[in-house]
């Protein structure tokens, strides 16, 4: 019997068997299997052997759907919010009921995956990636900011991006860095998959689609504020960091307070998006959409601890830049520094960031940091180190001198003239 | 005029110009210099002019010294403390004025740097290093732990670790694995050198030595626990971070709370040691005293970031561990998995370890994580990365399985058999 998405099926691959639900597929070489528990498996399909357990066990096709939500008509009342999907956990929710290969999908498909949307936006769909996001890629940033300029040009009042949560923060840093937006660009995903009960992704991306209609017109991570469902925090995308492996407020800002919150009440009226009093942030309507999405792909980051081998930077010769995770205020092994220099001497651009992650590198302190700034090796003053890397690249292709860019706030990744001991 | 410690200079190098009170230098290609803020720099001999501007301006042999504190009499009603000094901002305390050169400081030398802890224990000080934190290396742990050992062995009640706050955690780590002792070993450094106002060093110092008197024979950090000068935390060395680069509270405990904290009234009396109810430690006396200081040093941390090339991980061929600092539950980019499988196909240890820091990997979950554990990638559970990279260093040189010790907990740096999702 062939198995086709929807029907129970048991899979045998390299001595494991796995039984869920078969899920389309976005790949001819692969499996991909709902678990009971909730996750989605991938299996190569050459391992493994299948037997189908229950013919079309699921409706994966349309399963959720209201019978009258065949044709959802667009409300002039409302504004319109572009959902863009990348993949991952949150993305997963509207993908394996569409199929999720096709390059758009449409306000029906959106509200068959979460029908608590009903009703908030008309919905414009499409898909740039459908990929796990540790394999983002600076190709998939420079396609997702063309894919967010195209849909703000195309009349969207602000964009949801659904991304997943490994490396959420490296792409928000890139959009944020990419684009200037009239609107809103909020990114949000899932730490729970939608059939776990724990599940973030409704609320995740309710509030999400909340802040996107909403006077902030700056690129912001939208996720749980608490472990409770109480409310979303909205992160600056330069300033945010996932600093938990797994709980649904794993996301944070760091060296910063939130830009704002989206808090979620049991009645949907109580659903409401706030900004921190005092922050200073870009108005709706106050850019022009503009974009600049190239990149100098060849930048690297590099941690350095103690008892590091020095020919772990040997694959540095050439390279466009280099992001340093140093130690405290920015320091590495003495015996390091000539290294550095070289690179600087050759045409590498190399940049100081801090592995303590809160506060900010100031290498006129202490010998170390002195010898290193003689070196050439510039201060990135309290950028994130991942956020420093996607600054890099995004510098040397746009800017005329990217050492003094890294030393500049360019969107809000940078406090500029802050002390080193505040 | 031939310049001496104490003198206030001008030093004119690489077109900077400084000033402050030249310092007893452990080195002879190098001057240190406190300048008037507080820090000391060092300079290139070589490369340096230097004009004295006043002879003495600080007797940087004896001052702060009371009179009557030149003989430092036994009591046999107190504690014996040792303090061993590995360099870093603390230490330089003690070091300018004594010269720092030599392998061992008395009584006198501790009270003479910190009068405070006059009367709080009998003191034996040793010199182990000299060193700036970010130069530490693995050789230096193995020197540490023998001194800690032959202090011990020698009949102190506690020992007192004066470190960098750089690299801190690191040596914390490796002695938390090497030592079973049944006293009290406390790291602490400082934040701020003692020359200015805010220095924290007196405060750490002093509930360090408290600490040492205390009842928890781990090996602990002692750090303010918060920007005012009202306790200082005790970390457990395996858990501790240095995660602000410049306050006084950059030390925290990560994935767990502190173990206790040291009140710091404003009354001598005040000063009080507490663990945290509910907390398991061991107590004094609990184990005999035991080294294990040997490590594998060929074991690198290698941190995953989207774009990476792979030739990062060409260096790592014929290494006896790697250490991943991967994305979410433990991921990196699909394409380096077969790197990473080669590796351990020829026998090299691969550990995985979060960069969100809080929480525990989980490979199971996802696709990804799965092939990294088909590839025999090791799971560090919720073992912080540099943790990781110390603990593998020694688990090589010291048990039969390594594989399997990186999955149990050791030294309190493992949580065993927590849920991925609480």
Same mark, same amino acid.
């Given at each position: 019997m062939t198995p086709s998405p929807g029907d129970r099926v048991r899979v045998e691959h390299a001595a494991v068997t796995d039984e869920g639900v078969l899920m389309p597929s976005s790949d001819e070489d692969h499996l991909v299997l709902k678990l009971e528990g909730g996750y989605n498996v991938g299996v190569d399909r050459a391992d493994a052997s299948v037997e189908v $357990? %229950? @013919? +079309?066990? @699921? %409706?994966? +096709? /349309? =399963? /959720?759907? =209201? +019978? =009258?939500? !065949?044709a959802v008509s667009f409300d002039d009342d409302l504004p319109t919010v572009a959902l863009i999907s990348t993949g991952g956990t949150i993305a997963s929710t509207v993908d394996y009921r569409t199929g999720a290969v096709t390059a758009r999908f449409d306000a029906e498909d959106v509200l068959r995956a979460?029908? /608590? $949307?009903?009703?908030r936006a008309n919905y414009r769909g499409r898909v740039v990636a459908n990929i796990l996001s540790e394999n983002m890629n600076p190709e998939i940033w420079t396609d997702l900011a063309e894919a967010v300029r195209e849909e703000v040009e195309a009349g969207a009042d602000g964009v949801v991006v659904m991304h997943g949560t490994d490396t959420m923060q490296y792409s928000a840093s890139a959009l944020s860095f990419m684009l200037d937006t009239p609107v809103p660009i909020v990114f949000t995903g899932s730490? @729970? !998959?939608? /059939? @776990?009960? !724990? !599940?973030d992704n409704v609320m995740n991306a309710v509030c999400a689609v909340e802040a996107a209609k909403s006077d902030c017109a700056e690129v912001m991570v939208c996720m749980h504020g608490t472990p409770s469902d109480d409310y979303c925090a909205l992160h600056r995308g330069t300033r945010v960091r996932k600093n938990h492996t797994s709980r649904r407020d794993a996301f944070q800002t760091v060296g910063a307070e939130p830009l704002g919150r989206v808090d979620y009440g049991t009645d949907e009226d109580d659903i409401a998006v706030s900004f921190r009093e005092g922050k200073t942030y870009a108005r709706r309507g106050d850019a022009d959409l503009d974009i600049a999405p190239d990149l100098v792909e060849d930048v690297e980051l590099v941690k350095f601890t103690p008892g590091m081998d020095p020919a772990a930077l040997d694959y540095l010769d050439g390279k466009s830049g280099v992001v340093i995770e140093g130690t405290g205020l920015g320091h590495v092994h003495t015996d390091l520094i000539p290294r550095f220099e070289e690179l600087v001497d050759d045409g590498t651009t190399v940049v100081m960031t801090s592995q303590c992650l809160e506060g900010r590198v100031c290498d006129r302190v202490y010998d170390t940091g002195r010898d290193l700034l003689d070196a050439g090796v510039v201060e990135a003053g309290d950028t994130l180190p991942g956020t420093a890397k996607v600054k890099l690249m995004w510098a040397l292709a746009n800017v005329a001198d990217a050492d003094d860019a890294m030393g500049r706030d360019l969107a809000g990744e940078l406090t500029e003239e802050s002390k080193p001991w505040t």
């Open positions: $357990l %229950e @013919r +079309g066990a @699921r %409706e994966v +096709g /349309d =399963d /959720d759907a =209201d +019978g =009258d939500a !065949s979460v029908p /608590d $949307l009903a009703g730490q @729970r !998959s939608a /059939d @776990r009960p !724990s !599940s």
